[in-house]
């Protein structure tokens, strides 16, 4: 049966676009069409209802989504019958170590494992699975577990929709365990890494609290217990339980046709072994009793945090759009909710509502920072429920109520606009049990909703039961798992195909040249001063439009631009408050906010091209008139306070400080940026003088809507105040790298950090010429581009020394002559495993080896990327004016093609002579010395430790 919806619920210029056809298949497995050809890519996924709520605290669906990447009886092998004999012997050895105790015997039992995994490893075909979805036009390959369902996806071009189908059909039928031995290692490496993160800890803790006993409360990767005795029977069981096709969804969204593509399927997907899954009786989540208190620690000292946790509710619930908008009463985009007032009027630091939902239970909870030093937690609390109770008692205004329907409606709309957003709300939708037409049944309840809904469901859920967090300073002990003593694991036939490979090469495909972005025909392109340029792209599906000042100045350049962007969230005009300005925004649906990044400030306007007009006058008078207020610099101080105790407590932001400091030296971001006592001498007055400094740079502005670009041209030249613009920018902002004429080691010690994050620099040489920076970027798809990489088989599939990984050469802007690019590799591996991977990388760099058999694959992988990347309708124009400021008159990717078209390993090779292998490498490691040999690590190069004051002011 074929079942198609769609809706004119949205406005939608392009109902087409938002129709999905939904089929069940003969074996029951779900299948949603999404056709839209706007772009020249299909996404596709695959969708289980299993996640790791199924298998509580094991992590065997996390663990089962990686294996899935190991290929099956037919792909990835070159002789299962044999393989088979051990890996089965493998797994009744995981099955014996799970049952073991003793440590000694346990080691034995591994050492076992690791022999039979070698000899096992003289059958397979590692990463055979990525190659031939990369060989047939896919790119972003990736899954994900949640506590709900486990999803694989990617992108790949339309005419190889067959390959595609068979591909990932197959990978479901009989999916094999291989190389788990050091697959494991690599979960080891990802808890790691979680742990690391500076909240990581504390949301499993909370988590576990407030979810208790639900097995939400578990952590989705699983227990370091568990992890450690994994049962691949266990595995095996899970997926012949949970991997039937009536409880799964395939979920295609693109540039196809849904009547030639079903044929297809039902030959593929139809394999899919027919069952049901098991059901489980939801576990209810008892009532809070009163106050609950509850203490967790933090490692950021001086700043207080609490949070109050309310029993949310779960996907598909009666009150779901009514309690978003109940919360949105108290946080909502333009910042006029009654927790925005409460920041706004600096009655606290920060305060923000969330509101979650899982298949089975949902979050509802409000986040509590209070003034620096002298509020406290019970001040800071009554303030915020009294706000609370605002909306209980209904103390809001039609007009307000009214706006945040709107805005509601605003962002349904904006999440459909595009492939990607719109298959991700198929892929949860799915998971959650709910249907297309059921979703936009959701989005027409926004319009009956009533005042007396909203209070209603603020009664019920925001109530006197909840969870009261608090944060003390301090850090939680970690699970730090010891080196494995067993040897790689390093497949002889790393370059073969198998027998299932060659039989997909006679499958036809339909030769479809690349799409390259026309600039003449794709955007619509005048000048409306000479130092203003707008660029207009037709919005084809919502009523919606984006229009964004973007200002050719950024953070490197001057770094009060992020203060200011801070800053400017909270002002009004001359002759509007801040609450004026922002109401009126808010009844007109439309919204405006300020963005800085190392290059530009942008000035970003959105709304209903029904209300164009309005909001553009508003925004123009805000930009020409904003009014300094040096009470609200406070609020930036303060938030530069937290950012600055909170960022040692990163090893991330750690070491990419000191890559920072390493390439750049005094013009490291980190270093040129304002000190702490600098901001606290900051008036309102200077920053608004760096706004008149921003308004006088030359400016692209970028419209998408619905509205001929003429007349938003006379609109625009109308309201905003194009005559300021006067500063002409012809090259970029350029920092030019460091040169070294030895290797060097740059450490930190990070006493409490889980893994060591590794990063290896060297400057290149000058790459003005073509063929140079379109070698460069075949060079770094083979080094460390993706999964098919040597970074990332030699590092992390082969020896499960890292989780991350990668390696690139980075070019210079393309207008600029005489400049040299930089490679950069970077790692992040368990503290004991630091010189191991080390050493990997090094041997790399030094000699990398050359596999010209994987040439193919590797163009093959960057075409796909042109093709999957083309932009949607809302990104085409930032696209066309990146490429006319960088010097480009045509879509550069067209002559990288047709130069990579002629290009072979010789030219890689050639390139990483020239610009990589003979350059002194400079290290940057961030890790805790007391797990690392300090002695050995000085053959990398003389060891400088670093201090905070080194790389941070």
């Given at each position: 049966?074929?079942?198609?919806?769609?809706?004119?619920?949205?406005?939608?210029?392009n109902?087409?676009?938002?129709?999905?056809?939904?089929?069940?298949?003969?074996?029951?497995?779900?299948?949603w069409?999404?056709?839209?050809?706007?772009?020249?890519?299909v996404?596709g996924?695959?969708?289980?209802?299993?996640?790791?709520?199924d298998?509580?605290?094991t992590?065997?669906?996390?663990?089962?989504?990686?294996?899935?990447?190991k290929?099956?009886?037919?792909?990835?092998?070159v002789n299962?019958?044999?393989e088979?004999?051990?890996?089965d012997?493998?797994?009744?050895k995981?099955d014996?170590?799970?049952?073991?105790?003793?440590?000694?015997?346990?080691?034995?039992?591994?050492?076992?494992?690791?022999?039979?995994?070698?000899?096992?490893?003289?059958?397979?075909?590692?990463?055979?699975?990525?190659?031939?979805?990369?060989?047939?036009?896919?790119?972003?390959?990736?899954?994900?577990?949640?506590?709900?369902?486990?999803?694989?996806?990617n992108?790949?071009?339309?005419?190889?929709?067959?390959?595609?189908?068979?591909?990932n059909?197959?990978?479901?039928?009989?999916?094999?365990?291989?190389?788990?031995?050091s697959?494991?290692?690599?979960?080891?490496?990802?808890?790691?890494?979680?742990?690391?993160?500076?909240?990581?800890?504390?949301?499993?803790?909370?988590?576990?609290?407030?979810f208790?006993?639900?097995?939400?409360?578990?952590?989705?990767?699983?227990?370091?217990?568990n992890?450690?005795?994994?049962?691949?029977?266990?595995?095996?069981?899970?997926?012949?339980?949970?991997?039937?096709?009536?409880?799964?969804?395939?979920?295609?969204?693109?540039?196809?046709?849904?009547?030639?593509?079903?044929?297809?399927?039902?030959?593929?997907?139809?394999?899919?072994?027919?069952g049901?899954?098991?059901?489980?009786?939801?576990?209810?989540?008892?009532?809070?009793?009163?106050?609950?208190?509850?203490?967790?620690?933090?490692?950021?000292?001086?700043?207080?945090?609490?949070?109050?946790?309310?029993?949310?509710?779960?996907?598909?619930?009666?009150?779901?759009?009514?309690?978003?908008?109940?919360?949105?009463?108290?946080?909502?985009?333009n910042?006029?909710?009654?927790?925005?007032?409460l920041?706004?009027?600096?009655?606290?630091?920060?305060?923000?509502?969330?509101?979650?939902?899982?298949?089975?239970?949902?979050?509802?909870?409000?986040?509590?920072?209070p003034?620096?030093?002298?509020q406290?937690?019970?001040r800071a609390?009554?303030?915020v429920?009294?706000?609370?109770?605002?909306?209980?008692?209904?103390?809001?205004?039609?007009?307000?109520?009214?706006?945040?329907?709107?805005?509601q409606?605003?962002?349904?709309?904006?999440?459909?606009?595009?492939?990607d957003?719109?298959?991700?709300?198929?892929?949860?939708?799915?998971?959650?049990?709910?249907?297309?037409?059921?979703?936009?049944?959701?989005?027409?309840?926004?319009?009956?909703?009533?005042?007396?809904?909203?209070?209603?469901v603020?009664r019920?859920?925001?109530?006197?039961?909840?969870?009261?967090?608090?944060?003390?300073?301090?850090?939680?002990?970690?699970?730090?798992?010891?080196?494995?003593?067993?040897?790689?694991?390093?497949?002889?036939?790393?370059?073969?195909?198998?027998?299932?490979?060659?039989?997909?090469?006679?499958?036809?495909?339909?030769?479809?040249?690349?799409?390259?972005?026309?600039?003449?025909?794709?955007?619509?392109?005048?000048?409306?001063?000479?130092?203003?340029?707008?660029?207009?792209?037709?919005?084809?599906?919502?009523?919606?439009?984006?229009?964004n000042?973007?200002?050719?100045?950024?953070?490197?350049?001057?770094?009060?631009?992020?203060?200011?962007?801070?800053?400017?969230?909270?002002?009004?005009t001359?002759?509007?408050?801040?609450?004026?300005?922002?109401?009126?925004?808010?009844?007109?649906?439309?919204?405006?906010?300020?963005?800085?990044?190392?290059?530009?400030f942008?000035?970003?306007?959105?709304?209903?091209?029904?209300?164009?007009?309005?909001?553009?006058?508003l925004?123009?008078?805000?930009?020409a008139?904003?009014?300094?207020?040096?009470?609200?610099?406070?609020?930036?101080?303060?938030?530069?306070?937290?950012?600055?105790?909170?960022?040692?407590?990163?090893?991330?932001?750690?070491?990419?400080?000191?890559?920072?400091?390493?390439?750049?030296?005094?013009?490291?971001?980190?270093?040129?940026?304002?000190?702490?006592?600098?901001?606290?001498?900051?008036?309102?007055?200077?920053?608004?003088?760096?706004?008149?400094?921003?308004?006088?740079?030359?400016?692209?502005l970028?419209?998408?809507?619905?509205?001929?670009?003429?007349?938003?041209?006379?609109?625009?030249?109308?309201?905003?105040?194009?005559?300021?613009?006067?500063?002409?920018?012809?090259?970029?902002?350029?920092?030019?790298?460091?040169?070294?004429?030895?290797?060097?080691?740059?450490?930190?010690?990070?006493?409490?950090?889980s893994?060591?994050?590794?990063?290896?620099?060297?400057?290149?040489?000058?790459?003005?010429?073509?063929?140079?920076?379109?070698?460069?970027?075949?060079?770094?798809?083979?080094?460390?581009?993706?999964?098919?990489?040597?970074?990332?088989?030699?590092?992390?599939?082969?020896?499960s020394?890292?989780?991350?990984?990668?390696?690139?050469?980075?070019?210079?802007?393309?207008?600029?002559?005489?400049?040299?690019?930089?490679?950069?590799t970077?790692?992040?591996?368990?503290?004991?495993?630091?010189?191991d991977?080390?050493?990997?990388?090094?041997?790399?760099?030094?000699?990398?080896?050359?596999?010209?058999?994987?040439?193919?694959?590797?163009k093959?992988?960057?075409?796909?990327?042109?093709?999957?990347?083309?932009?949607?309708?809302?990104?085409?124009?930032?696209?066309?004016?990146?490429?006319?400021?960088?010097?480009?008159?045509?879509d550069?990717?067209?002559?990288?093609?047709?130069?990579?078209?002629?290009m072979?390993?010789?030219d890689?090779?050639?390139?990483?002579?020239?610009n990589?292998?003979?350059?002194?490498?400079?290290?940057?490691?961030?890790?805790?010395?007391?797990?690392?040999?300090?002695?050995?690590?000085?053959?990398?190069?003389?060891?400088?430790?670093?201090r905070?004051?080194?790389?941070?002011?």
């Amino acid at each position: 049966m074929l079942v198609t919806t769609g809706t004119n619920l949205l406005t939608a210029q392009n109902t087409k676009a938002l129709e999905v056809k939904e089929h069940t298949l003969n074996n029951g497995l779900t299948v949603w069409l999404n056709e839209d050809h706007s772009q020249p890519k299909v996404f596709g996924a695959v969708v289980v209802k299993a996640g790791a709520k199924d298998c509580p605290d094991t992590g065997i669906a996390h663990y089962f989504e990686h294996m899935m990447f190991k290929g099956t009886d037919k792909i990835g092998t070159v002789n299962y019958e044999a393989e088979k004999v051990l890996l089965d012997s493998i797994v009744m050895k995981y099955d014996e170590l799970a049952r073991t105790k003793d440590e000694a015997a346990r080691a034995g039992i591994q050492k076992e494992i690791n022999e039979l995994s070698i000899r096992s490893s003289d059958y397979v075909i590692p990463n055979e699975f990525n190659r031939l979805i990369s060989k047939y036009g896919g790119s972003g390959l990736n899954a994900a577990t949640s506590y709900d369902a486990t999803i694989y996806f990617n992108t790949f071009s339309p005419q190889y929709m067959e390959q595609w189908a068979e591909i990932n059909s197959e990978r479901l039928l009989n999916p094999v365990f291989r190389l788990f031995q050091s697959e494991l290692e690599t979960v080891y490496e990802e808890k790691n890494m979680y742990g690391d993160f500076i909240g990581g800890p504390v949301m499993e803790r909370l988590l576990a609290r407030y979810f208790a006993p639900h097995p939400y409360a578990y952590p989705i990767i699983g227990s370091t217990e568990n992890l450690k005795n994994p049962r691949l029977t266990e595995m095996r069981k899970f997926f012949e339980e949970y991997y039937v096709a009536s409880n799964m969804a395939l979920i295609l969204s693109g540039d196809f046709d849904s009547d030639a593509v079903l044929p297809i399927l039902e030959k593929t997907f139809s394999r899919i072994r027919p069952g049901e899954a098991p059901k489980k009786e939801a576990v209810a989540l008892p009532p809070f009793k009163g106050k609950e208190i509850m203490k967790i620690k933090f490692p950021v000292p001086l700043v207080k945090a609490m949070g109050l946790g309310f029993r949310g509710i779960p996907a598909n619930h009666e009150d779901q759009v009514a309690l978003a908008v109940a919360v949105n009463m108290l946080n909502n985009a333009n910042g006029t909710g009654f927790l925005d007032k409460l920041m706004v009027d600096r009655k606290i630091m920060a305060s923000m509502a969330m509101n979650e939902s899982m298949n089975e239970a949902g979050i509802l909870a409000v986040a509590i920072i209070p003034k620096l030093m002298f509020q406290t937690y019970g001040r800071a609390e009554k303030l915020v429920w009294k706000e609370i109770n605002r909306v209980k008692e209904g103390d809001f205004s039609d007009e307000i109520f009214n706006s945040l329907k709107q805005e509601q409606h605003r962002q349904y709309a904006s999440d459909l606009e595009n492939i990607d957003s719109r298959a991700r709300i198929l892929m949860s939708l799915y998971s959650q049990g709910k249907s297309w037409e059921e979703y936009l049944q959701e989005v027409a309840r926004i319009e009956a909703l009533t005042r007396e809904d909203v209070i209603r469901v603020a009664r019920k859920y925001f109530s006197d039961n909840y969870l009261c967090v608090t944060k003390t300073t301090g850090k939680y002990p970690k699970d730090n798992l010891a080196k494995p003593d067993f040897n790689p694991v390093v497949p002889k036939n790393s370059e073969a195909s198998s027998e299932y490979a060659k039989r997909l090469e006679q499958l036809p495909v339909q030769t479809v040249a690349p799409r390259f972005i026309d600039f003449g025909k794709d955007v619509q392109i005048s000048q409306l001063t000479p130092l203003a340029t707008l660029y207009a792209t037709a919005n084809p599906v919502t009523d919606i439009f984006t229009l964004n000042m973007v200002y050719q100045i950024g953070m490197l350049e001057q770094p009060r631009l992020m203060l200011l962007a801070n800053y400017l969230q909270f002002l009004g005009t001359d002759s509007l408050s801040y609450q004026e300005f922002r109401t009126r925004l808010q009844v007109l649906g439309s919204t405006l906010s300020f963005d800085a990044n190392e290059k530009q400030f942008t000035v970003r306007i959105t709304g209903f091209d029904k209300h164009f007009e309005e909001t553009v006058k508003l925004a123009g008078d805000f930009i020409a008139h904003v009014k300094a207020d040096d009470k609200q610099i406070r609020q930036v101080i303060n938030g530069a306070k937290v950012i600055e105790k909170a960022f040692f407590e990163s090893s991330d932001n750690i070491a990419l400080a000191m890559l920072e400091m390493v390439k750049y030296g005094e013009q490291s971001r980190f270093l040129k940026k304002l000190s702490l006592s600098e901001i606290k001498k900051l008036k309102g007055k200077d920053l608004l003088n760096v706004f008149a400094d921003v308004r006088r740079m030359e400016c692209d502005l970028h419209y998408c809507g619905t509205l001929p670009a003429g007349q938003v041209a006379e609109q625009i030249k109308a309201t905003l105040p194009l005559q300021e613009i006067t500063v002409a920018v012809k090259e970029p902002y350029y920092r030019d790298a460091k040169a070294y004429d030895k290797p060097v080691v740059y450490f930190m010690d990070m006493p409490t950090a889980s893994q060591s994050i590794v990063y290896g620099f060297a400057k290149g040489e000058v790459t003005d010429d073509a063929w140079s920076r379109h070698a460069s970027r075949l060079f770094s798809a083979y080094f460390g581009g993706d999964m098919s990489s040597l970074m990332f088989q030699e590092i992390r599939e082969f020896r499960s020394l890292a989780y991350r990984v990668n390696g690139r050469y980075l070019l210079p802007p393309h207008q600029l002559s005489g400049k040299a690019g930089e490679f950069v590799t970077m790692l992040s591996t368990q503290s004991d495993k630091t010189l191991d991977a080390m050493e990997v990388m090094k041997s790399l760099i030094c000699e990398m080896p050359e596999k010209p058999e994987r040439i193919e694959t590797i163009k093959q992988s960057i075409i796909n990327q042109v093709n999957n990347d083309f932009p949607s309708f809302r990104e085409l124009s930032e696209k066309v004016a990146y490429f006319r400021r960088s010097g480009f008159d045509r879509d550069p990717n067209e002559a990288l093609l047709a130069d990579l078209s002629e290009m072979d390993m010789q030219d890689i090779v050639r390139f990483y002579r020239h610009n990589v292998r003979l350059k002194p490498v400079v290290y940057v490691i961030v890790g805790n010395s007391s797990r690392i040999d300090m002695k050995k690590l000085a053959e990398y190069g003389e060891v400088i430790r670093l201090r905070k004051k080194d790389i941070y002011k």
